[in-house]
């Protein structure tokens, strides 16, 4: 049992994100269903608004409980949130290609090619955020 503590205690940080991540594809993929089929949503308008929602959460989950940030006052959070919303925009802008490549040149499920490129979301979007929106920048601390 001590050494199951030590284990998560030491990757504590990677599985919130799991978790948090987790949480989010579900929410992203739940939010992009509604919108493609009950709502009759291309697969691109689909593909940002569930972007959109489930970046807001990310946020939010990655702020309190994965990265715990920091950042107080108006300015540095202001200054966290653009960072982690241009990560995402990148990191959005490849996904919604991914997706598009899946659909349109392979002809194939657009609900499957959302979740590929979900994965390679989940990945890049952890290291951006560890290495560049949460990790504080000199003087910001």
Avoid: C
């Avoid at 995402?88 to 609900?111: C, K, P, W, Y």
Wanted: charged share 10%.
């Amino acid at each position: 049992m001590y050494k199951l503590k030590m284990l998560i205690g030491k990757y504590q940080e990677q599985l919130m994100y799991l978790i948090f991540g987790g949480l989010t594809t579900v929410i992203n993929i739940i939010i992009y269903w509604v919108v493609s089929r009950l709502m009759g949503g291309t697969p691109q308008i689909s593909y940002w608004v569930a972007w959109l929602l489930s970046v807001l959460f990310a946020y939010w989950t990655n702020r309190i409980w994965v990265f715990t940030s920091k950042s107080t006052g108006a300015v540095k959070i202001i200054r966290e949130i653009l960072r982690f919303f241009t990560a995402r925009i990148v990191t959005g802008i490849i996904g919604a290609l991914i997706l598009s490549f899946g659909v349109h040149a392979l002809h194939q499920n657009d609900f499957i090619w959302n979740i590929i490129q979900n994965i390679f979301v989940i990945i890049s979007n952890y290291v951006l955020s560890k290495w560049l929106v949460f990790r504080g920048w000199k003087g910001e601390q």
